[in-house]
């Protein structure tokens, strides 16, 4: 199954067309997309018997939100590719995933134009989890079953923030300025994928192609991240867990490539789709 917002609204796709939640299940679940998840395993039951519905109108026509638009808490792991911990220079656990946040007030939708602080915005392909089901000291090998789906994301950081001085390093505020953690197009069901473990992910910026890995290369899987996060907090339905991002950031690229006003970036990840954002010069701080 894929889920959508059309607008703010909580539909599916089924067969190239989008299907209202709400008005196909005759009230029964909400229009706002965000409070599905607290009941989705009704949910994913009740969609499986609805084969058939044909309603709304192509997805190609409809503009899409994210699909996860108000989530309670919004992880990050950072440094979960070899290649990317090699190209800055760092050293990676392999025992403990290093963890920060995107506040949620920064998520946004996979076609919106993002506004850019000053600063050196950069950009990170990532796979993001939706969180299905409440998870507390999850482990791996039960992970998945606390996954509601998966969708692309970009974890956008002003690297000047993040990296410190002359002020302290500021990971979590320099990922979530407004507009930083856009999200989409959809959220697509496990069953959905060959393997989920295993999906092409990457980005092009106007047009070249900065990254390209596959997620099977990460250091901690969907499923340790999310056992080692439970074990910590509980996961909650509707959370959000960014990956972590492969190789081919901009600010250690020699020269640098950092985002500029008028750039169009392209997110990708396999049989999730591609995410489209136009950034624009934003309000100085
Ligand atoms: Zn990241």
Redesign the pocket.
């Known amino acids: 199954m894929r889920v959508v917002s059309v607008e703010g609204r909580l539909a599916m796709v089924v067969d190239g067309q989008v299907v209202d939640v709400e008005r196909a299940s005759g009230g029964r679940f909400d229009a706002a997309p965000q409070a599905v998840y607290a009941r989705w395993e009704e949910f994913v039951a009740w969609a499986a018997e609805e084969r058939g519905m044909r309603s709304g109108p192509a997805l190609h026509e409809v503009t899409l939100a994210a699909p996860v638009p108000e989530p309670r808490q919004v992880f990050?792991i950072?440094l979960n590719y070899r290649d990317h911990v090699a190209e800055g220079g760092l050293e990676a656990s392999d025992t403990t995933p290093m963890v920060f946040t995107k506040f949620p007030s920064s998520v946004a939708g996979p076609y919106d134009d993002v506004p850019l602080p000053p600063g050196s915005v950069d950009f990170?392909a990532?796979l993001v989890v939706v969180i299905g089901k409440q998870a507390e000291r999850v482990p791996a090998d039960r992970a998945w079953e606390h996954v509601a789906g998966l969708t692309a994301g970009q974890?956008l950081s002003e690297r000047e923030l993040q990296t410190g001085p002359p002020h302290p390093p500021q990971f979590s505020l320099a990922k979530s300025f407004p507009k930083f953690a856009p999200i989409g197009p959809a959220v697509v069901t496990p069953d959905e994928f060959d393997d989920p473990s295993d999906l092409e992910i990457g980005c092009h910026l106007n047009g070249e192609q900065m990254q390209k890995a596959r997620t099977s290369d990460m250091i901690f899987s969907v499923a340790d991240i999310v056992a080692y996060l439970s074990s910590v907090v509980p996961l909650l339905p509707g959370d959000l867990i960014?990956t972590?991002?492969p190789s081919g950031v901009g600010f250690v690229r020699d020269p640098k490539r950092l985002i500029t006003p008028g750039d169009v970036l392209l997110t990708h990840v396999e049989g999730i789709g591609t995410m489209r954002h136009h950034f624009h010069a934003g309000p100085v701080r």
């Open positions: 990050a950072g990170e990532e974890d960014f972590g991002t």
